[in-house]
């Protein structure tokens, strides 16, 4: 197992393969190159262009998976053996079905990669869980919830080491499973949605809400004045914590996970959030014990690391991964 990146011509001859992998937001892309050992090299990121239409996206996209294959063949001497791609809405392996943040509709797996080289695309979410099950906090756990905080609120049900995308791609929108029917409306149209009180974007602006003379840039910026004594920012974090418990405990008595593991931006507070999320649903859970709550163990690379484990599946190599090294995915050079 190498303990570093393919740095060298004779690692490079030893074995070319790679793939390109990259993860597609809302608003920006982070690639990079990912070897069969798993050494990794990142490229800068960049805009998706969203608001300059569906269709520049996908231009987009196309061109940044070009730069990276270009990276990739100054860099081994080859082609990639395949590309995979993390993308935000309704997904299947080969199309990009619908995206509410992007605008596409059915977009080819295809239309992002060049000719003759294999790709597969998958949900953004559901590639995170996917990442963590084979690489990070899930490793060794078969069945687990994978549960990411951000902008939004998403889930990922990982069942015997794979997400489970259910009937129609749409599994994992735990962020609109109402907590508190006869709560705040929510964006998609609901009321009481877990996403409206424990996102990170909820947090601000419930924050800012209660506290006009006040505001907060970032979620963490609420989470470190809650723990500072703040009250308005302990009651809105109180909120937050208690609507993931009461999500979490429905989650935990319908499908009995092995783990739970929490990743995204809000996850970063670590055991600021982990310890009396915790408690909270250990109260909820009455004759069970719940099951362990896991912090995310890729980070902002979860995406990008998730999608080059799709671009061996296009490869035909589903098995990459399994033997790959944490500390040597966490150290992947920038280029």
Not at 310 to 330: C, F, I, K, N, T
Request: charged share 20%.
């Amino acid at each position: 197992m190498s303990s570093g990146l393919a740095s060298t011509a004779e690692e490079h001859t030893a074995d070319p393969r790679y793939v390109v992998a990259l993860d597609v937001g809302g608003t920006s892309m982070k690639g990079g190159l990912v070897t069969r050992r798993g050494e990794v090299t990142s490229l800068e990121g960049r805009p998706t262009r969203r608001g300059s239409g569906p269709e520049a996206v996908v231009a987009a996209v196309r061109g940044y998976v070009g730069e990276l294959v270009e990276l990739g063949v100054t860099r081994y001497g080859v082609p990639p053996a395949g590309v995979g791609l993390a993308v935000p809405g309704i997904v299947t392996a080969s199309t990009a079905v619908y995206s509410a943040n992007i605008g596409w509709h059915d977009v080819p797996a295809t239309a992002f990669a060049p000719p003759g080289i294999p790709a597969r695309l998958g949900h953004d979410v559901r590639t995170g869980g996917l990442a963590e099950s084979v690489l990070g906090a899930g490793r060794g756990v078969t069945d687990f919830f994978f549960l990411a905080i951000g902008t939004g609120i998403a889930g990922a049900v990982v069942i015997r080491g794979e997400p489970y995308g259910g009937a129609d791609g749409c599994s994992g929108e735990i962020g609109h499973a109402p907590v508190w029917p006869a709560g705040e409306k929510c964006a998609c149209g609901q009321i009481g949605c877990l996403e409206t009180y424990a996102s990170a974007s909820a947090l601000v602006r419930r924050y800012e809400a209660r506290s006009p003379s006040r505001t907060a840039a970032t979620a963490k910026d609420v989470v470190s004045l809650a723990v500072a004594g703040d009250p308005v920012a302990g009651e809105v974090f109180g909120e937050a914590v208690e609507a993931l418990a009461i999500s979490l405990a429905s989650y935990v008595m319908v499908l009995d996970p092995a783990a739970i593991v929490i990743g995204g931006g809000l996850a970063e507070a670590g055991e600021t959030l982990l310890d009396p999320l915790g408690e909270r649903l250990s109260a909820r859970l009455t004759f069970r014990q719940r099951p362990p709550l896991l912090a995310a163990a890729l980070g902002m690379r979860t995406g990008m690391l998730g999608a080059a484990l799709l671009g061996w599946q296009a490869a035909g190599v589903p098995e990459a991964g399994r033997d790959w090294s944490l500390d040597v995915l966490r150290r992947g050079a920038v280029s």
